[in-house]
Every structure is written in structure tokens, then in C-alpha cells.
């Protein structure tokens, strides 16, 4: 059973194009989130959900929007994709309401996204 | 300059060395601390987690915290072939399910 997925795992598209990437996790998590991690390892906070709302909205470009149609699923949508969006798009999710600072975040196993 | 900075790697060790794994960072806000480990082609996966200064083991891995240096630090006790993949260290102000913010990461071999 896999607890946080991700499709696609590979995307490969031309520059101006528009993609979406979908996240499911099945823990029962309330928040959920989208990371951003290039070609260095550099893992980068985009967006954050809690319960269908937007908390975290880090300096990304406007063409990025998130959309959570419920708390099971974020997924990320990319208009006019650009040569350095290419990149590996993570998906996590974790349980905030529990008030336990140590609840962890799980990570999906990412989507490879390559922009010809 | 980054708020968390990693040293840069890449680290090659035969195995049975120990592993010392180090992130500095500028923020003083940041309260909780976490190692995250990330295999080859897989997402992140919480290795270590602590609160504040301090140090905390578990098993073969030590995480150690010094928030008057803004210092962090991972060890890896007779490390193996297994312990090979990208080791990143994360800080957030409100705990581990908050916001993240990461250092670069630095990617470990440690050699049969």
C-alpha cells in the first residue's frame, strides 16, 4: 500500500506547454505539500494545504497553482513551462491537528520532470 | 547567504567508518531539527528528529544539536553499503510538520 503516490513518475514536455502532476496520499493526513527539488538535491517548500486551504505559498512563479479538491489530494498544475522548471516535483503529507510537533512528513517517490 | 547551509559533499567511506554529517544555519528561530535520508530515484524519508539543543541516538545514528553555535550534526556509526544515498538536513520553527527548510543535501557512498 503505498501511503503518499505521485503521476506521473516521468514527464517529459516541450517548453510552453501546460502539464499537471497529481498527489493522492492515503494516511488520513490533514495537510499536504508540494517541494521542489533540483538538480543539486536542493529540496524547496512551493505550496502548502491543510484541510483544503492554502498556508504556505513560498515566492514561486504564478504560472504554479495548487489545487486541493479534497484533503486526500493536492495536485499541481504548470502553465507555459519553462527550461527551468525542469526539475523533481515531491509530494508530502502529514498530520497537523494532532498538535505533536513530531508528527513527520511523508514524502512521495516524486515526479521527474524534464522541459525540452 | 542560505539559511542552512550543508557541507558539500560528495563523501566516499569504506565501510565501518564512522560518518560525520554537519548543517549550519543562520535562523535562530528554528526550534526542531531533522535529518532526512533519500535513496537513489526515492523521495525523503525522516531519518532523525530533535527538539531544541541536545543529542539523541537510535541505533548506529546519533543526531546532535548545539543551537549557541547554530551547529547540527549527524554521525553514522559502522556505516554500510545500505547507509548509501543523499542526507539532508531540515529545520523548521514549529516542529517537523511545519514548514521545512532544507540544506543542499550531501550524497554518501560508503564503500564494501
Known amino acids: 500500500d503505498t501511503a503518499v503516490s505521485q503521476t506521473p513518475k516521468y514527464l517529459v514536455t516541450q517548453m510552453g506547454n501546460d502539464k499537471s502532476i497529481k498527489c493522492e496520499q492515503n494516511?488520513?493526513?490533514?495537510?499536504m505539500y508540494w517541494y521542489k527539488q533540483d538538480s543539486k538535491k536542493f529540496l524547496k517548500i512551493m505550496f502548502s494545504?491543510?484541510?483544503?486551504?492554502?498556508?504556505i505559498n513560498e515566492t514561486v512563479p504564478n504560472r504554479f497553482s495548487p489545487k486541493s479538491p479534497d484533503k486526500a489530494h493536492l495536485n499541481l498544475h504548470i502553465n507555459s513551462l519553462e527550461l527551468g522548471d525542469s526539475a523533481v516535483y515531491f509530494c508530502?503529507?502529514?498530520?497537523?491537528?494532532?498538535?505533536?510537533?513530531?508528527?513527520?512528513?511523508?514524502f512521495g517517490p516524486g515526479t521527474r520532470l524534464t522541459v525540452l | 547567504q542560505k539559511e542552512v547551509e550543508q557541507d558539500p559533499g560528495p563523501l566516499s567511506v569504506p565501510e565501518g567508518a564512522i560518518v560525520s554529517l554537519n548543517c549550519t544555519y543562520s535562523?535562530?528561530?528554528?526550534?526542531?531539527f531533522m535529518w532526512y535520508r533519500q535513496y537513489s530515484r526515492k523521495g525523503p524519508e525522516l531519518l532523525m528528529y530533535?527538539?531544541?539543543?541536545g543529542n539523541k541516538e537510535d541505533g548506529r545514528f546519533t543526531a546532535q544539536v548545539d543551537k549557541s553555535s547554530k551547529y547540527i550534526s549527524l554521525f553514522i556509526r559502522d556505516s554500510q553499503p545500505s547507509d548509501s544515498a543523499t542526507y539532508l538536513c531540515?529545520?523548521?520553527?514549529?516542529?517537523?510538520?511545519?514548514?521545512?527548510?532544507f540544506g543542499k543535501g550531501i550524497t554518501l557512498s560508503v564503500r564494501p
Open positions: 508530502a503529507s502529514s498530520q497537523v491537528a494532532s498538535g505533536r510537533a513530531s508528527d513527520t512528513q511523508y
Open positions: 494516511l488520513g493526513h490533514d495537510t
Open positions: 494545504y491543510n484541510n483544503k486551504e492554502l498556508i
Open positions: 535562523n535562530s528561530a528554528f526550534q526542531y
Open positions: 530533535t527538539y531544541s539543543s
Open positions: 531540515a529545520m523548521s520553527r514549529n516542529g517537523a510538520n511545519s514548514k521545512l527548510t
